[in-house]
């Protein structure tokens, strides 16, 4: 079980679905989604809106009453009059939306109290909560005892959510006199205790509530059949009582009465069965799984589901009052679509040839599925040359004219690309036939192709692999390694057969190697890097390894130099580079200060599809660019001219950093030093590890460091493994240390381990 879980953990997918699962089942037991579902849920509003049921009757304290009036408010003699007549007129309940104020002349509160003795138990005024009393469901400011003992008191409180987008009512609350009902569940004759809360139905259009003015009732002008048995809600609608809401989904604001009579109305109605969060979370889980392959998670099936149970779902339920919260669901709906979309457009660029935009030959290694064709692998001998010689959009065009050609006898041939090889699945069964139309092919291409305007010589081999029973990454291996010794023999066609290599370990290596890179046998280690200025740990380098299940670790140079010999070695990167970015969003995590740095290769830097892998791994961890440093070996020479300069300049203008690594060897020394947009000079290790018995390569040390300075680089030192190597280069005003002496190369979470414990320290 445990090994199965390792094996899906392995999977990128697998990963972004947990993280998504566990966002979402955190935001549902935290209650951090509310805001997220009320942002839902009013949204649904202006599609549910609907009348109310006509039975609650709103008389507004206006500002036409108090002009009529000339003041400022009602008085308790006005009230008064208005439960006499409101009652005359057949009124079945009043309720005071407010907090009635006691400052009255004695006649008017007389009045007022004969009106309350007169209808027991059916007026009804509010309590508020003070501004100086902690939150909670507590009303402290009550009706003074003079009014309270004749009416009955309900609670006005509401809680609001989060950036006041949503709010729920309570059914009760407690007070000075004990605990009062809500005026929405007295409105609705229900019960119900402090602790428990309600979201009110807020699709009820407030502007469907009857409204009578407050004078038209004083003067007699309203049509009395109006409030005939029904409930009466006397609200404060005038701007100077300031009691302005906003009903989320609803145009405009109404006075806080209207939210008690929509909440009272949702409780006669009875409140929706909540199914909870879980379940929708759980099926958009289900979802999203069943599409975890590549490009799956956004068909129109799977996406016809999410939108169902995010949307649909709860929309057709609230009509049959059944609620359900999705805001953990859309969660993980969210950010597993997200990511996953993103992992897409890593993984179609990796199988995409950006050069010449056919598939990748990655793509067909990728292929899980065997075939019965005979698979070819086209070398085309003086490619770079061409490709170098030549503006860069002429490789789409020889590799157009290439694939036309092709399909000239195999025209239903999917060819891939990579570099200078060219690889399909030929439809010509028949291995003696397929040699004889290869041979056709050459002769057509010999003569030469013209693109542009421009005749272009070509020069090929070919190695086919027809050997159906293996799998297709040995089968790519295979026929690729056919068409070198195809160049290396001068053939024109070389036909793999596995029973002469099984015995050469390079190919070995080569077919097992991206399952290697799956399974975990190859892996990152990483070097911690030393700032002598600040005396801290400020970076580390993440070195590829393996570990052979049979034969112990294989050595990088080995397996990196058959990697790049076989146009292998994008894989490794991307997947150093994706472990790097990971570890550095970690460590930044942390509060960390720390660059993370990558060895590319010379060849990768005439592929043009490098610095978009690198953006979409930095876009997928969300790491700034300024903290991946890519260190570039010196190899060939350099000229602003070159495409790898330009190349260079590219990755630069992303904001990634540069570093010469091997400083002080190759053939470039002073062109790259010159011309390179680096930030950072390695000194070789051969340098440093000499200098402390030899004075030339102690001078050429310290030259290199003077010459570096000069030109406002940053001098890394490797290779430091004694405390005699550390001095002689702080004396010499070397910036950064790295090698044994400082650290060995480690897993990611043994060296995060020292850190965190403070455990890495120099030592002799």
Not at 153 to 167: A, D, E, K, Q
Not at 315 to 326: A, G, I, K, T
Not at 663 to 671: I, K
Request: proline share 4%; hydrophobic share 45%.
């Amino acid at each position: 079980m445990i090994a199965r879980l390792r094996q899906y953990w392995k999977s990128a997918r697998f990963r972004i679905v947990f993280w998504a699962t566990f966002t979402g089942l955190m935001l549902g037991v935290s209650g951090l989604s509310v805001p997220i579902e009320d942002v839902l849920r009013n949204l649904r509003v202006p599609l549910r809106l609907h009348p109310s049921n006509g039975q609650t009757v709103m008389v507004l304290m206006d500002d036409r009453t108090l002009g009529a009036l000339d003041s400022l408010d009602v008085s308790r003699g006005d009230d008064a009059k208005l439960l006499d007549t409101l009652f005359g007129a057949g009124a079945k309940r009043v309720f005071f939306a407010r907090l009635l104020p006691d400052q009255a002349r004695p006649e008017d509160r007389d009045a007022f109290i004969a009106q309350l003795k007169a209808h027991p138990g059916r007026v009804f005024t509010g309590a508020l909560p003070s501004s100086d009393q902690k939150p909670g469901n507590y009303a402290a400011r009550v009706p003074t005892s003079a009014y309270a003992q004749h009416i009955e008191v309900v609670s006005l409180l509401t809680l609001h959510h989060p950036f006041n987008i949503g709010f729920e009512m309570p059914f009760a609350s407690d007070s000075p006199i004990g605990q009062i009902p809500s005026m929405s569940a007295a409105l609705a004759g229900v019960e119900g205790d402090t602790s428990t809360l309600f979201t009110p139905d807020t699709s009820i259009d407030v502007r469907s509530y009857p409204e009578i003015s407050y004078i038209d009732v004083l003067r007699g002008d309203f049509i009395r059949e109006n409030v005939t048995g029904k409930d009466v809600i006397v609200v404060a609608a005038a701007a100077n009582y300031n009691d302005i809401h906003k009903i989320a989904g609803q145009y405009g604001t109404v006075p806080g009465g209207y939210i008690q009579a929509l909440a009272g109305e949702t409780l006669q109605q009875g409140l929706p069965r909540n199914v909870g969060w879980l379940l929708p979370l759980v099926i958009v889980v289900a979802i999203i799984v069943t599409g975890i392959g590549r490009g799956r998670v956004l068909d129109w099936k799977r996406s016809g589901a999410l939108l169902t149970v995010i949307v649909a779902a709860p929309f057709m339920l609230e009509y049959v009052r059944v609620s359900m919260q999705v805001a953990p669901a859309f969660v993980v709906a969210l950010t597993a679509v997200l990511r996953m979309r993103s992992l897409d457009r890593v993984e179609v660029a990796s199988e995409t040839n950006a050069g010449s935009g056919l598939p990748s030959v990655q793509a067909l290694r990728n292929s899980a599925e065997k075939s019965n064709r005979i698979l070819v692998a086209l070398k085309i001998r003086n490619y770079g040359a061409i490709i170098g010689s030549f503006a860069e959009h002429v490789e789409a065009n020889v590799a157009r004219e290439i694939v036309r050609r092709i399909r000239i006898s195999d025209d239903t041939a999917t060819v891939y690309h990579e570099g200078g090889m060219f690889m399909w699945l030929s439809s010509i069964r028949n291995a003696f036939d397929l040699f004889e139309n290869l041979e056709g092919l050459h002769r057509i291409v010999q003569n030469g192709i013209q693109v542009g305007g421009l005749d272009i010589d070509l020069s090929f081999n070919c190695g086919v692999d027809s050997e159906f029973d293996r799998a297709m990454s040995t089968r790519v291996a295979g026929a690729m390694q056919s068409a070198e010794e195809a160049i290396r023999n001068d053939e024109l066609v070389y036909q793999h057969d596995s029973r002469k290599h099984e015995a050469q370990w390079e190919i070995s290596l080569l077919t097992s190697l991206d399952r290697a890179i799956d399974n975990g046998e190859v892996w990152v280690a990483y070097q911690p890097k030393f700032d002598l200025r600040s005396n801290r740990i400020c970076g580390a380098e993440a070195l590829v390894r393996w570990t052979h299940p049979e034969r112990g670790p294989i050595s990088p140079e080995k397996f990196i130099r058959i990697a790049e010999e076989f146009h292998r070695i994008e894989r490794i990167t991307r997947f150093v580079v994706d472990d790097a970015v990971r570890c550095a969003v970690e460590m930044m995590r942390e509060g960390l200060d720390i660059s993370m740095s990558v060895n590319i290769s010379a060849q990768l830097l005439r592929n043009p599809v490098l610095p978009t892998m690198i953006s979409d791994i930095l876009a997928l961890h969300g790491l700034p660019a300024d903290r991946l440093i890519l260190e570039i070996t010196e190899t060939d020479k350099l000229d602003r001219s070159s495409r790898t300069y330009q190349m260079l300049q590219r990755l630069v203008q992303s904001g990634l950093r540069l570093s010469i690594d091997d400083f002080g060897t190759g053939n470039a020394t002073l062109d790259y030093l010159r011309y390179l947009p680096a930030s950072e000079v390695k000194i070789d290790r051969s340098f440093v590890s000499a200098m402390e018995t030899s004075k030339d390569d102690l001078v050429l040390v310290q030259s290199i460091i003077e010459m570096a300075h000069s030109l406002d680089r940053t001098v890394v030192a490797e290779g430091v493994e004694t405390s005699v190597g550390l001095d002689i280069l702080k004396r010499q005003g070397c910036d950064i240390v790295q090698g044994y002496h400082i650290g060995r190369p480690v897993p990611f979470a043994d060296l995060a381990l020292m850190i965190a414990a403070g455990q890495l320290k120099l030592h002799g």
